[in-house]
């Protein structure tokens, strides 16, 4: 297992186009999260996943943007109808979690997919 | 609403020498923290963590100190090392019953090690 993959590692893309991101965890994880970051912030949560059922979305995550994980697996996050504002690095982290007396839930980040949009 | 905080955007230390980074959170509910180190071009990697129950949790040359009265954290890198040139992140998160606890991040300080 070679962590959590990412791709595209880049895309570039116009305004008002669609764009799709994959990300792969690591196979024993069953917690998967997409985080956003921009330029000189740290990364923001976006929406997690356990197995394949969404838990929780930010209210960073506008009508635009949709994320799956349909088989528990591999997971995709869809932004439609991009906007210049949406330009950012998308990373994606899978954990194993854990209850509160077994420790930090550590995340493993995937190197991430940076969209810029023209 | 930044309840994660990281004062210092850059730091510059020299080899060999003790690197002290920082961070402030606000959240009382936050009860594990962690710090992430990231290089260019690559995802955040996780390095140390400490529970609010300890004041100090130590590995190797990377010791993280916690004043939960002061809500104020410390990563202690002693003997610095070029290697160690990297943004520095400090997160956050509290205990829930679900292990589903997502992680708040500060903005980063960029470590600088001179040789």
């Known amino acids: 297992d070679t962590g959590v993959s990412q791709d595209p590692r880049h895309k570039i893309t116009k305004r008002g186009q669609n764009v799709t991101f994959r990300c792969d965890p690591i196979s024993e994880h069953n917690r998967l999260y997409w985080y956003r970051q921009t330029l000189g912030q740290g990364p923001e949560f976006l929406t997690y996943?356990?197995?394949?059922?969404?838990?929780?979305k930010s209210r960073l995550l506008s009508d635009r943007f949709s994320a799956e994980r349909p088989k528990g697996s591999f997971s995709t996050l869809e932004i439609q109808r991009t906007e210049q504002g949406d330009s950012a690095m998308y990373l994606c982290?899978?954990?194993?979690?854990?209850?509160?007396?077994?420790?930090?839930?550590?995340?493993?980040f995937g190197a991430g997919s940076r969209l810029t949009v023209l | 609403d930044q309840q994660v905080k990281q004062n210092s955007p850059s730091l510059s230390v020299q080899e060999g020498r003790i690197s002290i980074l920082n961070c402030d959170y606000t959240?009382?509910?936050?009860?594990?923290f962690l710090w992430y180190k990231k290089y260019p071009a690559e995802g955040p990697t996780f390095l140390i963590s400490?529970?609010?129950?300890?004041d100090k949790n130590e590995d190797g040359r990377f010791t993280v100190f916690l004043n939960k009265s002061a809500k104020h954290l410390s990563l202690h890198i002693v003997p610095s090392q070029p290697g160690d040139s990297a943004v520095y992140f400090c997160?956050?998160?509290?205990?829930?019953?679900?292990?589903?606890?997502?992680?708040?991040f500060g903005t980063g300080t960029r470590l600088t090690i001179i040789p």
């Open positions: 997160a956050a998160s509290p205990i829930s019953n679900f292990g589903n606890e997502k992680l708040t």
């Open positions: 400490i529970s609010s129950i300890k």
């Open positions: 959240n009382s509910m936050f009860d594990y």
């Open positions: 982290a899978s954990s194993l979690g854990t209850s509160g007396i077994l420790g930090a839930n550590v995340l493993t």
């Open positions: 996943f356990q197995n394949e059922a969404q838990l929780e």
